[in-house]
């Protein structure tokens, strides 16, 4: 059944045997279920399989958001830069926080110009989550003047987990502000 395929790709993908790989990508396109398609672009990840990036690209075709979010993260997190950002793009469009949130770990990954354009735009957000998540990855990515105002700002919200967020991003920083 579809959950016995998606914890033996789980397995498959922190356990390397021989020619893994090659089933792991058949499965991401072929399987049915999109669970086990998922676990195949984790595990795809896991395995640091950077020969799969063909293959993930043509995975991106796909009209499943969530499936395409996650192919993306892959792509982000192996080191390809062009289509992962285009999906990223297009996938933030739907404007769902917790979509957006991912997508700006994939920011985190590519960490190029465009992705850091994208996370300052990102610091004005009306969604106290996006912002203050966009200020941490900046912070993270030594963005300190870019990410510190608006750090600074979250520290009086009246949510405590943005509070919290907050402090977390400030801790990136440093004492220097």
Known sequence: ???????????LGKHPENN???KIEDLLINDPSLTVRKECAKSLKYLKSTKSIPVLIKALETDDQQFKLEVALTLASLGEKTECFKA????????????????????LYLATH????????????????????????????????????????????????????????????????
Request: a negative charge; proline letters at 2%; aromatic letters at 8%.
């Open 1 to 11: 059944d579809e959950i016995t395929r998606a914890n033996a790709v789980d397995i």
């Open 114 to 177: 465009d992705a850091i354009e994208k996370l300052k735009i990102d610091l004005s957000h009306e969604n106290s989550y996006v912002s203050v998540n966009a200020a941490i990855i900046l912070a993270e990515l030594g963005y300190f003047k870019e990410a510190y105002p608006t750090l600074k700002s979250k520290l009086s919200d009246p949510d405590k987990y943005i509070r919290g967020a907050a402090l977390r991003g400030l801790a990136y920083i440093g004492n220097d502000n």
């Open 88 to 107: 990223l793009i297009e996938l933030e469009r739907t404007g769902d926080r917790n979509a957006i949130l991912n997508i700006q770990d994939g920011y």
């Open 20 to 22: 893994q790989i090659s």
